[in-house]
């Protein structure tokens, strides 16, 4: 994948690439190894650090200049590739695309402070809304059955005094598929249970009790009820009501979890 050729002209190109060397640095412990030496290549090349059209170093340069494993560096590189920020020719190495156009990522093992978290609950409000008022316009029958279950599935789970959040995101995601439109689903199943704030602040997941999560679900009620009713303002504003008190309640709570 990335190792040395023979002929002359990648020999320039390996010596060229070797001046890239002092833009790496090693990778933090603490870190994804694989996830630290992907956000610090991506930041090189969008940046422009790493021009277009040039080769990165070999994985043996990497290696060196990093101090992460070949497995490390080739997952990576595999990362890379499938952003569409890299393309590998066989037994020559990895180029920078002549065009670069960085993906959408959120990166996940770095939702940890209270800010970041609610930086994504923002996101959500956005999308979120709209799919209420989509669904409440569009829901099919069966739609709406999978509504009904995934929010008694999520009562049943709260009585019990249990998190909920596999339910939570559950019961969003129904919503998200009543749309009729598959994009926004697909949104929330990137997002994936880290959207649900309690399973990602720092520290470890924030614990609500159960009047907490009871609170949560009269606002689920709601929302539903509009769904149902085909009431699209009012779902949307159920919806909007539903996340911004959410943001609230976690800007509390995890002043209480710091506070403890």
């Known amino acids: 994948m990335m190792t040395r050729?023979?002929?002359t002209p990648v020999?320039?190109?390996?010596?060229?690439?070797?001046?890239?060397?002092?833009?790496?640095?090693?990778?933090?412990?603490?870190?994804?190894?694989?996830?630290?030496?992907?956000?610090?290549?991506?930041?090189?090349?969008?940046?422009?650090?790493?021009?277009?059209?040039?080769?990165?170093?070999t994985e043996q340069e990497l290696i060196a200049a990093t101090g992460?494993?070949?497995?490390?560096?080739?997952?990576?590189?595999?990362?890379?590739?499938?952003?569409?920020?890299?393309?590998?020719?066989?037994?020559v190495g990895a180029f920078v695309v002549e065009t670069v156009r960085r993906p959408f990522?959120?990166?996940?093992?770095?939702?940890?402070?209270?800010?970041?978290?609610?930086e994504v609950m923002?996101?959500?409000?956005g999308i979120e809304v709209e799919a209420a008022g989509l669904a409440a316009e569009r829901?099919?029958?069966?739609?709406?059955?999978?509504?009904?279950?995934?929010?008694?599935e999520l009562g049943a789970v709260v009585r019990r005094g249990e998190s909920a959040v596999d339910q939570d995101y559950a019961f969003h995601c129904s919503i998200a598929e009543a749309t009729g439109n598959p994009q926004f689903k697909r949104l929330l199943e990137y997002l994936g249970r880290f959207m649900i704030p309690r399973h990602t602040i720092k520290g470890g997941p924030l614990k609500p009790d159960r009047a907490?999560?009871?609170?949560?679900?009269?606002?689920?009620?709601?929302?539903?009820?509009?769904?149902?009713?085909?009431?699209?303002?009012?779902?949307?504003?159920?919806?909007r009501r539903h996340l911004l008190n959410s943001r609230k309640?976690?800007?509390?709570?995890a002043g209480d979890a710091a506070g403890r």
């Not at 650090?49 to 080769?55: C, N, V, W, Y």
């Not at 099919?140 to 509504?147: D, E, T």
């Not at 679900?217 to 504003?237: F, K, L, S």
């Open 105 to 118: 990522r959120i990166e996940f093992d770095e939702l940890r402070t209270l800010r970041e978290v609610l």
């Open 249 to 253: 309640r976690y800007q509390k709570l």
């Open 11 to 57: 020999r320039a190109a390996a010596k060229a690439a070797v001046g890239n060397l002092s833009a790496f640095q090693r990778v933090a412990a603490p870190r994804s190894l694989t996830h630290g030496l992907i956000a610090h290549i991506t930041a090189d090349i969008t940046s422009g650090r790493l021009k277009p059209g040039s080769r990165l170093p």
């Open 68 to 91: 992460v494993s070949r497995t490390v560096v080739r997952e990576a590189v595999a990362a890379l590739r499938a952003d569409g920020l890299v393309v590998t020719r066989q037994g």
């Open 139 to 152: 829901a099919s029958p069966v739609q709406l059955r999978r509504i009904t279950e995934c929010f008694e």
């Open 5 to 7: 050729a023979a002929n």
């Open 122 to 125: 923002e996101l959500r409000t």
């Open 212 to 239: 907490y999560l009871e609170k949560v679900q009269v606002e689920h009620r709601d929302i539903i009820t509009a769904i149902r009713q085909g009431a699209i303002p009012q779902a949307r504003a159920a919806m």
